[in-house]
């Protein structure tokens, strides 16, 4: 029963945060209340540690630098905080499909499978206090509903029920307050999917040993798979590292010398990075999917797999150098950050499959470490103030920051711009300098609207 009235007291908090104003200090202030709740409950001792922190970082980012990014990866953050209490020994990326799939509709589907939610033995009957606000809270909602409906249709009733004044009613609070209610109730009773949870326990990361030796025809086919295998990888390495030589010398004789040529060479080499890397993955995934891993001749086909793995890691430092060579000399764009991203995210799938071989592990393996990896890079890298991070590089180490593309990104460069436009008006037109003095009154107008539920970072002078 404590938990049913802290959700309706979440849900009122919740309402009271985010109707009708911008993510700010809101935010935090609902990830510290849902974090105080989970520890009076006592639903901390079940919430790993790491995914916790990451749901309160977030909460931080979205107050000290709200963009959509940090927003978006707080949202997701909730979510599998709410797998990680729902099914806290099932693996990380389960946890977030239960997650997203418990908030919203976490009591319907436990109503209609005829199964309780998680919850204590004490705690599964409603007392008459909590059965009575429920029926007053239903009735009254199918009141409102049913009289709307047969108003129009009777002038007399239309009459009556148009006397009735209920402009003491804000109906879009009371609305957000239902919202926040399904939310924080399907968190603090959320429904663990027992069958998903069970398969989940069964899939090892780890391939199992044979318990006998292959027979003759087994390991005819094993061995014929292993040629195939080293033939492959075999003529891919060659292929990989000519391709190598050729774009190191193409590069030494070019040296990309035009912006539209670096341009050119990063567009194209994370193109074929895409392809290889995943190709690569997938060849090898293949391979070593099984018996493959124990025959005592496939040495030679796990070093192939390693150089390809090699090379494919030197590949992604090549593409990683234009990168950068691209960005010291045109600036920083969130492209190019996410070209610096997506080099993260394939340094790491290679890794985990040459982990993969190495400790013979099974397609989980990968799936379970990437999972892991891609969200936390996620939360962490989208929580970034990644707008001012890109208005402060190309201000301070162009020679000619393109002003127009700063001036496009989100308002939390407007004080940066103006005091660029301020200190350097040479380096701007006229008409530049009157862009950036208009987009910074109407930033002020904007920031001056602003209620306390919605005050930012940028209100305390962080990172101008």
Known sequence: MKSRFLAL????????????????????????????????????????????SGYLFSGAFCFLFPSPGPVLMHMLSFAILCGNYAAPETSFYLQGIIGLGNLPTGMFIALFTGRKPNTKASEINWNRLGSTLGGILISLILLIVF???YAPSNPLFEALFDAIDFSFVDFGSFW???LGLVLFYNFFHPFNPKILVDQDSRLSDDLRLPEKEFD??????????GLWGRMALGSLIVLLLLYL?????HLGSTGLETPAMKSQAVHQGVDTLILSVLLAMAILVIF??????????????????????LLNAVLLADTALKNAMYINGSGLTFKRLGVILFLTLVGYGLNSV??????????????????????????????????????????????????????????SNTPQLERFSKSNPQKL???????????????????????????????????R
């Open 429 to 463: 037109s006229p008409e530049q300098r009157e862009h950036i003095a208009n987009r910074t009154q109407e930033y002020r107008k904007v920031m001056d609207r602003l209620e306390w539920q919605s005050i930012r970072g940028y209100h305390l002078g962080l990172f």
């Open 354 to 411: 040459y982990q993969k071989i190495k400790g013979k592990h099974t397609l989980m393996f990968l799936i379970r470490k990437n999972s892991q990896f891609l969200v936390a890079t996620l939360i962490f890298s989208l929580s970034l103030p990644w707008t001012q991070i890109v208005t402060a590089y190309n201000l301070n180490y162009l020679e000619s920051p393109d002003t127009e593309y700063l001036a496009s990104l989100p308002w």
């Open 147 to 149: 009289a709307s409906l």
């Open 245 to 249: 030589i050729t774009d190191w010398i």
């Open 176 to 178: 957000f307050t239902v």
């Open 288 to 309: 070593f999917r099984g018996d493959l891993n124990f025959i005592r001749n496939n040495r030679i086909l796990k070093k192939l797999a390693y150089i390809w793995l």
């Open 216 to 225: 003759g025809d087994r390991l005819k086919a094993l061995n014929r798979e």
């Open 9 to 52: 007291g979440a849900a009122l908090l919740f309402s009271l945060f985010f109707y009708g104003q911008e993510p700010g200090l809101n935010v935090l202030l609902m990830s510290l209340t849902t974090t105080i709740l989970l520890f009076v409950l006592g639903g901390s001792r079940r919430i790993s540690p790491w995914i916790l």
